[in-house]
Protein backbone atom coordinates (compact mmCIF):
# COMPACT_ATOMS: atom_id res chain seq x y z
CA UNK A 1 0.00 0.00 0.00
CA UNK A 2 1.26 3.41 -0.83
CA UNK A 3 1.57 5.86 2.09
CA UNK A 4 0.84 9.38 1.19
CA UNK A 5 3.58 10.57 3.32
CA UNK A 6 6.31 8.03 1.56
CA UNK A 7 9.21 10.56 0.36
CA UNK A 8 10.60 10.36 -3.01
CA UNK A 9 13.71 9.32 -3.48
CA UNK A 10 14.18 12.47 -5.04
CA UNK A 11 13.05 14.23 -2.44
CA UNK A 12 14.73 12.39 0.02
CA UNK A 13 17.86 12.92 -1.72
CA UNK A 14 16.87 17.15 -1.85
CA UNK A 15 16.42 17.00 1.78
CA UNK A 16 19.73 15.25 2.45
CA UNK A 17 21.55 17.59 0.62
CA UNK A 18 19.86 20.25 1.90
CA UNK A 19 20.40 19.00 5.53
CA UNK A 20 24.58 18.24 4.97
CA UNK A 21 24.39 21.91 3.23
CA UNK A 22 22.93 23.02 6.76
CA UNK A 23 25.06 20.72 9.05
CA UNK A 24 28.11 21.52 6.68
CA UNK A 25 27.23 25.44 7.37
CA UNK A 26 26.79 24.99 11.00
CA UNK A 27 30.01 23.48 12.02
CA UNK A 28 31.65 25.97 9.76
CA UNK A 29 30.09 29.18 11.33
CA UNK A 30 30.62 27.24 15.25
CA UNK A 31 34.13 25.47 14.13
CA UNK A 32 35.57 26.96 10.82
CA UNK A 33 35.65 23.43 10.01
CA UNK A 34 35.10 23.00 6.16
CA UNK A 35 33.73 19.30 5.82
CA UNK A 36 33.31 16.48 2.74
CA UNK A 37 29.52 17.05 3.76
CA UNK A 38 29.70 21.00 3.52
CA UNK A 39 31.42 19.96 0.32
CA UNK A 40 28.59 17.62 -0.93
CA UNK A 41 26.03 19.87 0.03
CA UNK A 42 27.21 23.18 -1.30
CA UNK A 43 28.16 21.34 -4.64
CA UNK A 44 24.28 19.91 -4.85
CA UNK A 45 23.11 23.80 -5.64
CA UNK A 46 25.28 24.38 -7.70
CA UNK A 47 24.38 21.33 -9.37
CA UNK A 48 27.85 19.78 -9.55
CA UNK A 49 29.16 15.84 -8.41
CA UNK A 50 32.38 15.27 -6.72
CA UNK A 51 34.21 11.97 -5.62
CA UNK A 52 35.21 11.61 -2.13
CA UNK A 53 38.47 12.21 -2.87
CA UNK A 54 38.33 15.10 -4.50
CA UNK A 55 36.03 16.51 -1.89
CA UNK A 56 38.79 15.78 0.39
CA UNK A 57 41.34 17.36 -1.99
CA UNK A 58 39.52 20.50 -2.53
CA UNK A 59 39.41 21.39 1.89
CA UNK A 60 42.55 23.11 1.87
CA UNK A 61 41.67 25.39 -1.16
CA UNK A 62 38.60 26.03 0.14
CA UNK A 63 40.11 27.22 2.87
CA UNK A 64 42.86 29.37 1.53
CA UNK A 65 39.55 30.86 -0.79
CA UNK A 66 37.72 31.34 2.43
CA UNK A 67 40.54 33.34 3.95
CA UNK A 68 40.74 35.43 1.05
CA UNK A 69 36.99 36.30 1.29
CA UNK A 70 37.70 37.38 4.97
CA UNK A 71 40.51 39.27 3.73
CA UNK A 72 38.64 41.02 1.11
CA UNK A 73 35.79 41.99 3.20
CA UNK A 74 37.67 43.76 5.57
CA UNK A 75 37.70 46.51 2.80
CA UNK A 76 34.55 48.74 2.55
CA UNK A 77 34.03 49.15 -0.78
CA UNK A 78 31.85 52.18 -1.68
CA UNK A 79 28.68 51.49 -4.15
CA UNK A 80 30.47 54.18 -6.27
CA UNK A 81 33.57 52.12 -6.98
CA UNK A 82 32.79 50.01 -10.49
CA UNK A 83 34.41 46.81 -11.21
CA UNK A 84 38.11 46.73 -12.87
CA UNK A 85 36.23 44.35 -15.70
CA UNK A 86 34.29 47.26 -17.83
CA UNK A 87 31.32 45.91 -20.00
CA UNK A 88 31.57 46.86 -23.63
CA UNK A 89 28.15 46.20 -25.64
CA UNK A 90 29.79 46.75 -29.34
CA UNK A 91 29.69 43.92 -31.70
CA UNK A 92 32.61 42.51 -33.27
CA UNK A 93 33.70 45.06 -36.26
CA UNK A 94 31.45 47.53 -34.86
CA UNK A 95 31.68 51.05 -34.00
CA UNK A 96 29.26 53.97 -33.39
CA UNK A 97 29.62 57.11 -36.15
CA UNK A 98 31.50 59.95 -34.02
CA UNK A 99 30.92 62.90 -36.30
CA UNK A 100 28.41 65.16 -34.80
CA UNK A 101 26.46 67.44 -37.26
CA UNK A 102 24.26 70.40 -35.68
CA UNK A 103 21.18 69.80 -34.39
CA UNK A 104 18.04 70.96 -36.15
CA UNK A 105 14.95 69.81 -33.84
CA UNK A 106 12.68 72.00 -35.67
CA UNK A 107 11.18 73.30 -33.20
CA UNK A 108 7.73 76.01 -34.04
CA UNK A 109 8.71 79.86 -34.67
CA UNK A 110 5.79 80.84 -32.50
CA UNK A 111 3.52 78.64 -29.24
CA UNK A 112 0.76 80.75 -28.31
CA UNK A 113 0.71 80.73 -24.29
CA UNK A 114 -2.43 78.72 -22.63
CA UNK A 115 -4.67 81.04 -20.21
CA UNK A 116 -5.11 78.20 -17.70
CA UNK A 117 -1.77 76.82 -15.81
CA UNK A 118 -2.93 73.20 -16.03
CA UNK A 119 -2.80 73.46 -19.81
CA UNK A 120 0.93 75.36 -19.49
CA UNK A 121 1.75 72.67 -16.87
CA UNK A 122 1.12 69.60 -20.03
CA UNK A 123 2.73 71.65 -22.41
CA UNK A 124 5.90 69.44 -24.13
CA UNK A 125 8.81 70.97 -23.87
CA UNK A 126 9.70 71.74 -27.73
CA UNK A 127 6.93 73.93 -27.16
CA UNK A 128 7.83 75.33 -23.37
CA UNK A 129 11.17 76.22 -24.78
CA UNK A 130 10.31 78.24 -27.80
CA UNK A 131 7.46 80.34 -24.88
CA UNK A 132 10.69 80.38 -22.74
CA UNK A 133 13.20 81.89 -25.62
CA UNK A 134 10.23 84.15 -26.92
CA UNK A 135 10.00 85.49 -23.18
CA UNK A 136 6.06 84.37 -23.32
CA UNK A 137 6.70 83.02 -19.63
CA UNK A 138 9.14 83.57 -17.51
CA UNK A 139 10.88 80.71 -16.07
CA UNK A 140 10.59 82.11 -12.63
CA UNK A 141 6.68 81.43 -13.68
CA UNK A 142 6.50 78.07 -14.71
CA UNK A 143 9.20 76.58 -12.73
CA UNK A 144 6.75 78.18 -9.68
CA UNK A 145 3.69 76.98 -11.64
CA UNK A 146 5.56 73.01 -11.43
CA UNK A 147 6.76 73.89 -7.87
CA UNK A 148 2.75 74.29 -6.63
CA UNK A 149 1.68 70.99 -8.72
CA UNK A 150 4.30 69.28 -6.62
CA UNK A 151 3.10 70.71 -3.71
CA UNK A 152 -0.64 70.09 -4.76
CA UNK A 153 -0.22 66.33 -5.62
CA UNK A 154 3.09 64.82 -4.39
CA UNK A 155 1.42 63.52 -1.47
CA UNK A 156 -1.46 61.72 -2.78
CA UNK A 157 0.97 60.52 -5.08
CA UNK A 158 3.88 59.29 -2.89
CA UNK A 159 6.11 60.39 -6.12
CA UNK A 160 8.37 62.91 -4.07
CA UNK A 161 11.48 62.28 -1.77
CA UNK A 162 13.11 66.06 -2.10
CA UNK A 163 11.43 69.55 -3.22
CA UNK A 164 14.18 71.72 -4.05
CA UNK A 165 12.24 74.57 -3.83
CA UNK A 166 14.37 77.65 -2.61
CA UNK A 167 17.43 76.84 -5.34
CA UNK A 168 15.17 76.01 -8.20
CA UNK A 169 13.51 79.63 -7.45
CA UNK A 170 17.15 80.92 -7.15
CA UNK A 171 18.07 79.56 -10.83
CA UNK A 172 15.17 80.21 -12.76
CA UNK A 173 15.40 83.95 -11.91
CA UNK A 174 19.18 83.49 -12.83
CA UNK A 175 18.13 81.95 -16.13
CA UNK A 176 15.82 85.05 -16.65
CA UNK A 177 17.93 87.01 -16.22
CA UNK A 178 20.71 85.58 -18.88
CA UNK A 179 18.05 85.44 -21.42
CA UNK A 180 17.29 89.47 -20.52
CA UNK A 181 20.86 89.79 -21.28
CA UNK A 182 20.46 88.39 -24.65
CA UNK A 183 22.58 84.74 -23.34
CA UNK A 184 20.20 81.81 -24.18
CA UNK A 185 21.78 78.32 -23.32
CA UNK A 186 19.61 76.16 -25.95
CA UNK A 187 15.92 74.29 -25.94
CA UNK A 188 16.77 73.29 -21.77
CA UNK A 189 16.84 77.16 -21.17
CA UNK A 190 14.87 77.44 -17.72
CA UNK A 191 12.84 74.32 -18.14
CA UNK A 192 12.05 72.74 -14.83
CA UNK A 193 12.59 69.00 -14.34
CA UNK A 194 12.83 66.53 -11.89
CA UNK A 195 15.25 63.10 -11.17
CA UNK A 196 14.88 59.79 -10.00
CA UNK A 197 16.24 60.01 -6.19
CA UNK A 198 19.19 57.59 -7.51
CA UNK A 199 21.08 60.63 -8.81
CA UNK A 200 23.50 62.48 -5.97
CA UNK A 201 23.23 66.09 -5.59
CA UNK A 202 25.31 67.56 -3.58
CA UNK A 203 23.45 69.55 -0.11
CA UNK A 204 20.56 67.15 -0.36
CA UNK A 205 19.58 63.37 0.39
CA UNK A 206 20.07 60.84 -1.97
CA UNK A 207 17.99 57.87 -0.75
CA UNK A 208 17.87 55.19 -3.05
CA UNK A 209 13.93 54.98 -2.45
CA UNK A 210 15.34 52.53 0.75
CA UNK A 211 15.38 52.53 4.31
CA UNK A 212 18.80 52.26 5.39
CA UNK A 213 20.11 54.53 3.35
CA UNK A 214 17.03 57.41 3.82
CA UNK A 215 19.47 59.90 5.42
CA UNK A 216 22.25 59.35 3.57
CA UNK A 217 24.28 62.54 1.50
CA UNK A 218 26.48 62.11 -1.13
CA UNK A 219 29.40 64.87 -1.71
CA UNK A 220 29.18 65.09 -5.26
CA UNK A 221 26.85 65.79 -7.98
CA UNK A 222 26.11 63.18 -10.82
CA UNK A 223 27.55 64.10 -14.06
CA UNK A 224 24.27 63.66 -15.87
CA UNK A 225 22.89 66.45 -13.13
CA UNK A 226 25.86 68.61 -13.76
CA UNK A 227 24.82 68.54 -17.67
CA UNK A 228 21.44 69.42 -17.67
CA UNK A 229 22.03 71.96 -14.92
CA UNK A 230 25.18 73.63 -17.71
CA UNK A 231 22.22 73.40 -20.59
CA UNK A 232 19.88 75.81 -18.64
CA UNK A 233 17.74 73.42 -16.86
CA UNK A 234 15.81 73.81 -13.32
CA UNK A 235 16.04 70.81 -10.43
CA UNK A 236 12.98 71.05 -8.96
CA UNK A 237 12.52 67.79 -7.35
CA UNK A 238 14.02 64.32 -5.99
CA UNK A 239 11.34 61.57 -7.11
CA UNK A 240 10.73 58.39 -5.64
CA UNK A 241 12.18 55.00 -6.88
CA UNK A 242 11.09 51.55 -5.60
CA UNK A 243 13.84 50.75 -2.94
CA UNK A 244 17.40 49.93 -4.76
CA UNK A 245 15.30 50.24 -8.29
CA UNK A 246 12.96 47.65 -8.38
CA UNK A 247 9.47 48.07 -8.44
CA UNK A 248 7.12 51.24 -6.98
CA UNK A 249 7.34 49.73 -3.05
CA UNK A 250 9.95 52.96 -1.42
CA UNK A 251 10.16 53.45 2.07
CA UNK A 252 7.51 56.17 2.22
CA UNK A 253 5.12 54.35 0.76
CA UNK A 254 3.86 53.00 -3.19
CA UNK A 255 4.01 55.29 -5.68
CA UNK A 256 0.55 55.95 -7.07
CA UNK A 257 -0.16 55.60 -11.43
CA UNK A 258 -2.35 58.87 -11.93
CA UNK A 259 -4.67 57.15 -13.67
CA UNK A 260 -5.49 54.65 -11.51
CA UNK A 261 -4.13 55.81 -7.44
CA UNK A 262 -5.41 52.11 -6.33
CA UNK A 263 -2.30 51.30 -8.81
CA UNK A 264 1.15 51.46 -8.07
CA UNK A 265 3.26 53.28 -10.50
CA UNK A 266 5.01 50.71 -11.10
CA UNK A 267 9.04 51.31 -11.53
CA UNK A 268 11.51 51.71 -10.72
CA UNK A 269 11.38 55.15 -12.24
CA UNK A 270 8.13 55.40 -10.32
CA UNK A 271 8.19 58.89 -8.98
CA UNK A 272 9.80 60.32 -12.16
CA UNK A 273 6.97 58.78 -14.45
CA UNK A 274 4.35 59.46 -11.67
CA UNK A 275 5.36 62.63 -11.77
CA UNK A 276 5.56 63.38 -16.10
CA UNK A 277 2.08 61.87 -16.13
CA UNK A 278 0.64 64.30 -13.59
CA UNK A 279 1.98 67.09 -15.01
CA UNK A 280 4.10 68.11 -12.24
CA UNK A 281 7.19 68.58 -14.24
CA UNK A 282 8.03 68.25 -18.35
CA UNK A 283 10.71 66.10 -18.06
CA UNK A 284 12.51 63.63 -15.09
CA UNK A 285 15.68 61.48 -15.62
CA UNK A 286 14.91 57.71 -14.87
CA UNK A 287 17.24 54.48 -15.21
CA UNK A 288 16.70 51.25 -16.60
CA UNK A 289 18.41 47.80 -16.03
CA UNK A 290 15.81 45.35 -16.86
CA UNK A 291 12.51 47.73 -17.43
CA UNK A 292 13.00 50.75 -15.37
CA UNK A 293 12.13 53.32 -17.94
CA UNK A 294 9.85 51.14 -20.05
CA UNK A 295 7.79 49.65 -17.96
CA UNK A 296 6.38 53.01 -15.59
CA UNK A 297 6.30 55.04 -18.50
CA UNK A 298 3.23 52.56 -20.09
CA UNK A 299 1.85 52.20 -16.43
CA UNK A 300 1.64 56.07 -16.40
CA UNK A 301 1.12 56.57 -20.36
CA UNK A 302 4.33 58.92 -20.95
CA UNK A 303 7.19 58.50 -23.59
CA UNK A 304 10.57 57.28 -22.11
CA UNK A 305 13.84 56.60 -23.76
CA UNK A 306 16.28 54.13 -22.61
CA UNK A 307 19.88 55.31 -24.10
CA UNK A 308 22.20 52.63 -25.23
CA UNK A 309 24.27 51.38 -22.89
CA UNK A 310 27.48 53.66 -22.31
CA UNK A 311 25.69 56.63 -23.99
CA UNK A 312 25.34 58.59 -20.77
CA UNK A 313 27.04 58.53 -17.60
CA UNK A 314 26.55 56.88 -14.78
CA UNK A 315 28.60 59.12 -12.22
CA UNK A 316 27.33 59.61 -9.35
CA UNK A 317 24.17 57.18 -9.90
CA UNK A 318 23.31 54.62 -7.18
CA UNK A 319 24.51 51.15 -9.31
CA UNK A 320 22.78 47.98 -9.48
CA UNK A 321 24.17 46.82 -12.12
CA UNK A 322 27.24 47.95 -13.74
CA UNK A 323 27.38 45.90 -16.84
CA UNK A 324 23.20 46.84 -17.25
CA UNK A 325 22.34 50.01 -15.84
CA UNK A 326 21.35 52.94 -18.06
CA UNK A 327 19.91 56.61 -17.23
CA UNK A 328 17.73 58.38 -19.47
CA UNK A 329 14.74 60.54 -19.96
CA UNK A 330 11.14 59.98 -19.35
CA UNK A 331 9.11 63.13 -20.94
CA UNK A 332 5.37 64.09 -22.75
CA UNK A 333 7.22 63.12 -26.43
CA UNK A 334 9.99 61.77 -28.54
CA UNK A 335 10.87 65.23 -29.45
CA UNK A 336 11.34 66.06 -25.80
CA UNK A 337 13.55 62.89 -24.96
CA UNK A 338 15.76 63.75 -28.03
CA UNK A 339 16.35 66.78 -26.82
CA UNK A 340 17.06 66.12 -23.39
CA UNK A 341 19.35 63.07 -24.83
CA UNK A 342 21.42 65.54 -26.45
CA UNK A 343 22.29 67.39 -23.74
CA UNK A 344 22.86 64.03 -21.19
CA UNK A 345 24.78 62.28 -23.91
CA UNK A 346 28.80 61.64 -23.82
CA UNK A 347 31.53 60.11 -23.09
CA UNK A 348 33.13 61.16 -19.73
CA UNK A 349 36.13 60.15 -17.64
CA UNK A 350 34.82 59.15 -14.87
CA UNK A 351 32.65 56.33 -15.93
CA UNK A 352 35.02 54.31 -17.73
CA UNK A 353 31.55 52.60 -19.13
CA UNK A 354 31.45 55.58 -21.48
CA UNK A 355 31.21 54.99 -25.63
CA UNK A 356 32.14 58.60 -27.76
CA UNK A 357 29.70 58.59 -30.52
CA UNK A 358 27.49 61.07 -32.38
CA UNK A 359 23.82 62.29 -31.53
CA UNK A 360 22.67 63.29 -35.01
CA UNK A 361 18.84 64.17 -35.15
CA UNK A 362 18.05 66.59 -37.80
CA UNK A 363 14.14 67.92 -38.42
CA UNK A 364 15.38 67.65 -42.14
CA UNK A 365 15.98 64.14 -42.43
CA UNK A 366 13.67 62.00 -44.43
CA UNK A 367 11.78 59.89 -42.06
CA UNK A 368 10.49 58.42 -44.45
CA UNK A 369 13.68 56.58 -45.80
CA UNK A 370 13.57 54.55 -42.31
CA UNK A 371 13.74 50.60 -43.14
CA UNK A 372 11.20 49.44 -40.74
CA UNK A 373 10.95 45.69 -39.35
CA UNK A 374 8.69 44.21 -36.68
CA UNK A 375 8.57 40.79 -34.49
CA UNK A 376 5.60 39.65 -36.17
CA UNK A 377 5.03 37.02 -34.29
CA UNK A 378 4.78 39.27 -30.90
CA UNK A 379 1.67 41.23 -32.62
CA UNK A 380 -0.79 37.43 -33.06
CA UNK A 381 -2.98 36.92 -31.23
CA UNK A 382 -5.86 39.06 -29.51
CA UNK A 383 -4.68 39.47 -25.95
CA UNK A 384 -4.91 42.76 -24.16
CA UNK A 385 -3.51 45.73 -25.69
CA UNK A 386 -2.91 43.54 -28.95
CA UNK A 387 -5.57 45.84 -31.30
CA UNK A 388 -3.42 49.06 -30.00
CA UNK A 389 0.18 47.50 -30.87
CA UNK A 390 -1.80 46.83 -34.18
CA UNK A 391 -2.74 50.78 -34.81
CA UNK A 392 0.44 51.40 -34.54
CA UNK A 393 1.34 49.34 -37.21
CA UNK A 394 -1.67 50.20 -39.58
CA UNK A 395 -1.06 54.15 -38.85
CA UNK A 396 2.81 53.38 -40.37
CA UNK A 397 1.83 51.82 -42.88
CA UNK A 398 -1.02 55.01 -43.99
CA UNK A 399 2.15 56.84 -43.32
CA UNK A 400 3.68 55.17 -46.41
CA UNK A 401 6.33 52.85 -44.59
CA UNK A 402 6.73 48.52 -45.90
CA UNK A 403 6.82 46.93 -42.70
CA UNK A 404 9.31 44.31 -43.16
CA UNK A 405 8.22 41.26 -40.66
CA UNK A 406 11.38 40.02 -38.22
CA UNK A 407 11.67 36.81 -35.86
CA UNK A 408 13.46 37.13 -32.69
CA UNK A 409 15.49 34.18 -32.08
CA UNK A 410 18.53 33.54 -30.40
CA UNK A 411 20.80 30.74 -29.88
CA UNK A 412 21.04 31.37 -26.12
CA UNK A 413 18.80 31.56 -23.09
CA UNK A 414 18.52 35.52 -22.15
CA UNK A 415 16.91 34.38 -18.90
CA UNK A 416 20.33 32.51 -17.74
CA UNK A 417 21.81 35.34 -18.45
CA UNK A 418 20.03 37.36 -16.44
CA UNK A 419 22.27 35.84 -13.50
CA UNK A 420 25.11 38.73 -14.03
CA UNK A 421 22.26 41.14 -12.52
CA UNK A 422 21.76 39.09 -9.50
CA UNK A 423 25.48 38.89 -8.84
CA UNK A 424 26.45 42.39 -9.64
CA UNK A 425 23.42 43.43 -7.01
CA UNK A 426 24.47 41.24 -4.62
CA UNK A 427 28.00 43.00 -4.41
CA UNK A 428 26.89 46.54 -4.94
CA UNK A 429 24.90 45.80 -1.68
CA UNK A 430 27.48 43.51 -0.63
CA UNK A 431 27.54 44.92 2.95
CA UNK A 432 23.47 45.10 3.21
CA UNK A 433 23.16 41.38 3.40
CA UNK A 434 26.17 40.58 5.88
CA UNK A 435 25.45 43.47 8.37
CA UNK A 436 22.00 42.30 8.29
CA UNK A 437 20.50 45.79 6.67
CA UNK A 438 18.33 44.22 4.24
CA UNK A 439 15.98 43.20 6.99
CA UNK A 440 14.82 47.22 6.88
CA UNK A 441 13.92 47.20 3.45
CA UNK A 442 10.44 47.21 3.24
CA UNK A 443 9.41 44.53 0.23
CA UNK A 444 10.60 41.49 1.98
CA UNK A 445 8.81 38.83 -0.65
CA UNK A 446 10.80 35.87 -1.94
CA UNK A 447 11.48 38.06 -5.43
CA UNK A 448 12.51 41.16 -3.25
CA UNK A 449 16.04 42.38 -3.31
CA UNK A 450 16.64 41.17 0.15
CA UNK A 451 16.04 37.24 -0.89
CA UNK A 452 17.87 37.75 -4.48
CA UNK A 453 21.09 38.94 -2.94
CA UNK A 454 21.10 36.33 -0.55
CA UNK A 455 20.83 33.53 -3.25
CA UNK A 456 22.77 35.24 -5.05
CA UNK A 457 25.27 34.47 -2.92
CA UNK A 458 25.31 30.77 -4.07
CA UNK A 459 25.98 31.49 -8.01
CA UNK A 460 29.49 29.94 -8.32
CA UNK A 461 31.74 32.83 -10.45
CA UNK A 462 33.00 30.24 -13.18
CA UNK A 463 29.14 30.57 -14.16
CA UNK A 464 28.93 34.30 -14.05
CA UNK A 465 31.50 33.94 -16.59
CA UNK A 466 30.02 31.68 -18.19
CA UNK A 467 27.42 33.92 -18.39
CA UNK A 468 29.30 37.15 -19.33
CA UNK A 469 30.55 34.88 -22.68
CA UNK A 470 26.90 33.83 -23.78
CA UNK A 471 26.17 37.25 -23.56
CA UNK A 472 28.93 37.89 -25.76
CA UNK A 473 27.06 35.30 -28.41
CA UNK A 474 23.72 37.32 -27.88
CA UNK A 475 25.27 40.50 -28.63
CA UNK A 476 26.42 39.17 -31.93
CA UNK A 477 23.35 37.38 -32.75
CA UNK A 478 21.21 40.51 -31.44
CA UNK A 479 23.73 42.57 -34.00
CA UNK A 480 22.89 40.07 -36.65
CA UNK A 481 19.20 40.93 -36.45
CA UNK A 482 18.90 44.59 -36.42
CA UNK A 483 21.98 45.72 -38.74
CA UNK A 484 19.44 45.49 -41.30
CA UNK A 485 17.04 48.08 -39.89
CA UNK A 486 16.91 51.19 -38.82
CA UNK A 487 13.87 50.75 -36.15
CA UNK A 488 12.27 47.59 -35.10
CA UNK A 489 8.45 47.92 -33.80
CA UNK A 490 7.55 45.68 -30.79
CA UNK A 491 4.80 45.50 -28.41
CA UNK A 492 6.83 46.52 -24.68
CA UNK A 493 6.43 43.52 -23.31
CA UNK A 494 6.68 40.85 -26.50
CA UNK A 495 8.41 37.86 -26.10
CA UNK A 496 11.96 38.32 -24.66
CA UNK A 497 12.94 41.18 -26.38
CA UNK A 498 13.11 43.53 -23.09
CA UNK A 499 15.09 41.28 -21.54
CA UNK A 500 17.48 40.65 -24.75
CA UNK A 501 17.69 44.29 -25.43
CA UNK A 502 18.56 45.55 -22.15
CA UNK A 503 21.60 42.59 -22.11
CA UNK A 504 22.77 43.52 -25.28
CA UNK A 505 22.20 47.24 -24.69
CA UNK A 506 19.98 48.43 -27.54
CA UNK A 507 18.36 51.60 -26.98
CA UNK A 508 14.35 51.30 -26.95
CA UNK A 509 11.85 54.31 -27.13
CA UNK A 510 8.31 53.35 -25.33
CA UNK A 511 5.72 55.17 -26.53
CA UNK A 512 1.66 55.70 -25.73
CA UNK A 513 -0.33 53.93 -28.13
CA UNK A 514 -4.26 54.06 -26.42
CA UNK A 515 -5.35 52.50 -23.71
CA UNK A 516 -6.91 48.84 -22.91
CA UNK A 517 -10.25 47.66 -21.71
CA UNK A 518 -9.80 48.89 -17.85
CA UNK A 519 -8.75 52.36 -19.30
CA UNK A 520 -5.38 51.45 -18.53
CA UNK A 521 -2.33 53.30 -20.62
CA UNK A 522 -0.51 50.93 -23.08
CA UNK A 523 2.45 51.48 -24.96
CA UNK A 524 4.82 50.01 -28.03
CA UNK A 525 8.48 50.27 -28.16
CA UNK A 526 10.70 51.44 -31.05
CA UNK A 527 14.50 49.28 -31.16
CA UNK A 528 17.15 50.71 -33.22
CA UNK A 529 20.54 49.58 -33.43
CA UNK A 530 23.04 50.30 -30.98
CA UNK A 531 23.83 54.72 -30.86
CA UNK A 532 21.05 54.89 -33.22
CA UNK A 533 18.70 56.63 -31.29
CA UNK A 534 17.94 59.48 -33.86
CA UNK A 535 15.96 57.36 -35.73
CA UNK A 536 14.16 56.22 -32.68
CA UNK A 537 13.15 60.07 -31.93
CA UNK A 538 12.57 60.51 -35.98
CA UNK A 539 9.90 57.44 -36.18
CA UNK A 540 8.86 58.61 -32.71
CA UNK A 541 8.10 61.89 -33.41
CA UNK A 542 6.36 60.79 -36.75
CA UNK A 543 3.74 58.32 -34.75
CA UNK A 544 2.87 61.34 -32.77
CA UNK A 545 2.45 63.48 -34.88
CA UNK A 546 0.08 61.45 -36.45
CA UNK A 547 -1.92 60.28 -33.30
CA UNK A 548 -3.19 61.94 -30.01
CA UNK A 549 -1.93 58.97 -27.19
CA UNK A 550 0.48 61.04 -26.28
CA UNK A 551 -1.87 64.29 -25.20
CA UNK A 552 -4.39 62.47 -22.76
CA UNK A 553 -4.17 63.56 -19.64
CA UNK A 554 -5.19 61.69 -16.36
CA UNK A 555 -8.42 63.30 -15.17
CA UNK A 556 -7.71 63.95 -11.53
CA UNK A 557 -4.25 65.97 -12.38
CA UNK A 558 -6.18 67.81 -15.38
CA UNK A 559 -6.81 70.88 -13.39
Same mark, same amino acid.
Given at each position: ?15 ? &? ?72 ? /? ?9 ? /? ?19 ? =? ?10 ? @? ?33 ? #? ?16 ? =? ?9 ? *? ?13 ? !??? #? ?98 ? &? ?10 ? /? ?40 ? !? ?55 ? &??? #? *? ?73 ? /? ?23 ? #??? !? ?16 ? @?????? !?
Amino acid at each position: MELKNTVSSQSFILIG &AAACLLLGFTIGKNSGEITPNSIEGASEIFGLSFSPAEKDSMIGSLENQRSRYESLREVSIDNSVAPSLVFNPL /PAGFQPDQNQQ /PLNWGLPTEVDLPEKESDIAY =LPVHELSVLIKS @RKISSERLTTIYLDRIKTYSDTLQCLISLLEDSAL #EKARAMDAELAAGNYRGP =LHGIPYGIKDL *LAVEGTKTTWGAMPF !KDQ #EIDMTATVVNKLNDAGGVLVGKFTLGALAMGDVWYGGVTKNPWNLTQGSSGSSAGSASAVSAGLVPFAIGTETLGSIVSPSTRNGVTGLRPTYGRVSKNG &AMALSWSMDKIG /PISRSALDDGIVLSVINGEDPMDASTIKSSFNYSSKTDVKKL !KVGYFNSFFEGDGSGSQNNNDVLELLRNQGFELHPVELKTSVNPRAIQIMLSVEGAA &AFD #E *LTRLGWDDQLVAQHKNAWPNTFRAARFIPAVEYVQAARQRTILIQEMHEIMKDYDVIVTPSFGGQQLQITNLTGH /PALCLPNGFNEQGSPTSITLLANLF #EEE !KLVMLGHLIQSASDWQAK @RPPMFD !K
